[in-house]
Nanobody, 124 residues
Framework: QVQLVESGGGLVQPGGSPRLSCAAS????????IGWFRQAPGKEREGVSC????????FYADSVKGRFTISRDNAKNTVYLQMNSLKPEDTAVYYC?????????????????WGQGIQVTVSS
């Protein structure tokens, strides 16, 4: 049974640096790209970052480039999203998702399994 479980969210002060984790079970990360998405109230879900399993290539949305870093630990079957210099506009529910492919998909609909999401609130 494929499962993705996010952790590490919560209330963070502006400028904070939390790290989100996405623990995978029921499959091995070796053969799947993993993406992070977020959805703020009243907005559509948007892609934040993705890491491939073929060559470790990473991709970032312009809004987080230079502040967020995605990484994977295949031994722990876990993907991380290190978030630095958080801003109030980063407040959202963050989701990790699995692609059936080793390379990062271009479209959100190409991800086949999703975590339940975790709230990140940036506020003083």
């Amino acid at each position: 049974q494929v499962q993705l479980v996010e952790s590490g969210g919560g209330l963070v002060q502006p400028g904070g640096s939390p790290r989100l984790s996405c623990a995978a079970s029921g499959f091995t990360l070796d053969y799947h790209a993993i993406g992070w998405f977020r959805q703020a109230p009243g907005k559509e879900r948007e892609g934040v970052s993705c890491i491939s399993s073929s060559d470790g290539s990473t991709f970032y949305a312009d809004s987080v480039k230079g502040r967020f870093t995605i990484s994977r630990d295949n031994a722990k079957n876990t993907v991380y999203l290190q978030m630095n210099s958080l801003k109030p506009e980063d407040t959202a529910v963050y989701y990790c998702a699995r692609s059936p492919y080793r390379n990062c998909p271009r479209r959100r609909r190409e991800y086949d399994y999703w975590g339940q999401g975790i709230q990140v609130t940036v506020s003083s």
